[in-house]
């Protein structure tokens, strides 16, 4: 079972593109989202290798021949793909309003799941929390601008299956019934949602 939801009522897109659904996207999640900020971590699960990138212009980082689920999901909602939140610097993310992937391959929902270092879904949220309280702030000068910013965008979150693969969550999923790990899985997300 992988979570992968929409934490908002979605519309039909403006089919030109130029005037987006909403004014930004925030993609929490594991690689099926990672844009590229596993390249800045320790870890052997970067999307750095042959075919990944290919088909979009050979940026690496993706795991992926080209865009992943959420850069589509940009796409249709008619904004930019939200770039990877460790390729940018704090001046870049203080003048971003349309979105940031916080997205890390080879984590899960749990801080546990993890093949070497990535981001969990606790550090995607506190990198957020960032994003919220310093970066959002500069670049809509008000906090005012903020509130109406963050209550119209969209939160996508895409994880969730790494945490049921023995290899990658140390066999967490031995402690339980498998309805009993779901409902832990789904408390524990509900936890990092619920915060923000």
Known sequence: MAF????????????????PLVPA???????????????HLNTMAQGI????????????GRHTNGKNVADFF????GLPMPPP???LS??????????INYGSGACGILNTTR????????????YFTITKMKDLPKALKTQKKVREHL??????????????????NNNITSNFSSTGFADHLLDEITKHIKVH
């Open 4 to 19: 992968c939801f929409i934490a908002h009522q979605v519309l039909f897109a403006d089919a030109s593109g130029k005037h």
């Open 25 to 39: 996207l925030y993609v929490f999640g594991d690689s099926t989202v990672d844009p590229g900020n596993n390249n």
């Open 49 to 60: 290798r042959w075919p990944y990138g290919i088909d979009l212009n050979n940026v690496r």
């Open 74 to 77: 940009a796409t249709y909602l």
């Open 85 to 87: 939140f460790l390729n």
């Open 90 to 99: 704090d001046s870049e993310r203080s003048q971003i309003k349309t979105g």
């Open 115 to 126: 093949v070497g270092e990535c981001l969990s879904l606790a550090q995607q949220v506190k």
């Open 151 to 168: 209550a119209k965008s969209i939160y996508f979150f895409s994880l969730g299956l790494n945490d049921y693969h023995p290899e990658v």
